[in-house]
């Protein structure tokens, strides 16, 4: 299913940027869902396909990935939790699913800790620390397009501590680590 969504996601995403930042965030999802002992391939190939109609169509960002993934397979429940990501900046789709909760907390964090982790002397989540994000996290000038908002709404949403979601989300990158190239 990965395999699948990768390439799915690369028919509409020509970007190494875009294609590594669904690659993080799948990774990160499928992280959260074998915790919560759900079905790791199905929330990593969410993961991976959250932004697929992104470069194509950035001016109708979650609101033409429902089209696309239709014609690609993917189901109501795929495709809700996909375009919730987006719920108070381009859909009014709110998170309901814990699925969809961490989605919307993560897709932002993981943009947050790479910026973070290209910081560092071996420019790599390997050895980042949560502190160190933290601390980045805390200034807001540092990646100042990464809506921290966001991230705080869905820590709440999720009802757990950012420090905890921040752990989360560098262990699940660091399962990815190679294919994002950090």
Known sequence: MKQEALEVLKKYNK???LVRHGIGVGGVMGYFAQEAGENI????A????HDIDYEMFPEEHCKKAPELLRESGYDDAFIRAVVSHGYGLVVDIEPQLYM???LYTID?????????ALMR???SVMDIEVKSVKKKFKDKAFAA???REVILNGCKSLDMELDIVIDKCIKGMRSVATEIGL
Not at 46 to 49: A, E, F, K, S, W
Not at 108 to 116: D, F, K, R, V, Y
Request: hydrophobic share 45%.
């Open 108 to 116: 932002e964090l993981t943009g947050l800790i790479g910026a973070a």
């Open 46 to 49: 969410v993961g991976i396909l």
């Open 100 to 102: 969809e909760k961490v």
């Open 15 to 17: 970007s190494i940027a």
């Open 41 to 44: 391939d199905y929330w990593t």
């Open 145 to 147: 397009s990464i809506n």
């Open 121 to 123: 002397p071996s420019k």
